[in-house]
């Protein structure tokens, strides 16, 4: 009885806990010249338990359904509980028939101050501020949860962008950057409001139709996958027309540039002579990749 009751015990555990993420958690302390001390060790470990162990969502993901993600966090500057810091966060997603990933997200957020004493309780709570530390990784990790659902579902990250707008709303009561509109366009104020902004709707198409209609068949019908992917980044020729050089569209070129250049510069020929404009247009940061685009 008693290993028949360890038993029930083991299968209630591992299948009612819903984990979400495969995400690896680096703190980077280089450039405070103390990489070596004992408490970014500590950090680092404390949140990559709390980054894969919380559960985020009320969904059941399957093994296979994981994300995977990385966060980098680089130091700049500590002086006692308070650092300095900037995070990135990257995220992707498996293309079907294939075992090629393909970058969903990729944010490099500078705002990014916190306080931490060494072995403090981590904990998230989606309807109150904890700590800036927990709302900027909360933040993120909606927006990570976010897209990949819009990614496989049209308008499927709407539970996901809604708590991200509560992350933001109640984080303003503290004095840290990055929550409020005064902080500038390219803040985690600024990027929720376009995601959720009827502006930028076709946003969301772009994520669908780039990723359902175009890498998911791109190992059976890859000319046909290469003219959905062209469609798909034409409706940024509207949104660029209403709102120029936003910062959700830098989101996505930060993610896809390297990926839509490999796409259209091999494999079977498409015309991209209009893809190539709408691209020099919408996001000439990343013209040195548009160059090699030959076909």
């Not at 703190?27 to 001390?37: D, F, K």
């Not at 502006?199 to 175009?214: C, E, L, Q, W």
């Not at 050089?245 to 796409?263: G, M, P």
Request: proline residues 3%; aromatic residues 12%.
């Amino acid at each position: 009885m008693r290993n028949l009751l360890i038993l029930l015990v083991f299968f209630a555990t591992s299948f009612g806990f819903s984990q979400e993420l495969n995400c690896n958690v680096v703190v980077n302390a280089q450039l405070t010249g103390n990489e070596n001390l004992q408490i970014y060790k500590t950090l680092e470990k404390q949140l990559t338990e709390f980054v894969n162990k919380t559960q985020w969502t009320k969904r059941k993901f399957k093994p296979q359904e994981r994300i995977d993600c990385n966060i980098v966090i680089n130091v700049t500057g500590q002086s006692g509980e308070n650092f300095e810091a900037s995070v990135q966060v990257q995220s992707s997603r498996p293309v079907f028939g294939s075992t090629y990933t393909t970058p969903v997200y990729n944010v490099n957020d500078k705002d990014f101050s916190f306080n931490y004493l060494e072995f403090q309780n981590l904990t998230y709570n989606e309807n109150q501020y904890e700590s800036n530390l927990i709302s900027v990784l909360a933040f993120h990790i909606n927006m990570v949860l976010g897209l990949d659902a819009e990614s496989f579902s049209k308008e499927g990250g709407d539970p996901y962008f809604k708590q991200a707008q509560r992350i933001v709303n109640y984080s303003q009561q503290e004095n840290f950057k990055g929550w409020k509109l005064e902080d500038g366009l390219q803040s985690k104020f600024a990027l929720i409001d376009n995601i959720l902004s009827p502006t930028f709707s076709d946003f969301r198409t772009v994520m669908y139709n780039y990723h359902r209609k175009g890498m998911d068949i791109m190992s059976t019908n890859d000319k046909d996958a290469k003219n959905e992917i062209a469609l798909s980044l034409a409706y940024f020729r509207k949104m660029n027309a209403n709102r120029p050089n936003s910062y959700l569209t830098r989101v996505f070129f930060d993610a896809k540039a390297e990926e839509i250049e490999q796409i259209f510069s091999s494999g079977p020929s498409v015309d991209v002579t209009t893809l190539i404009d709408l691209l020099n247009r919408v996001a000439p940061t990343h013209a040195s990749k548009w160059r090699n685009i030959k076909f």
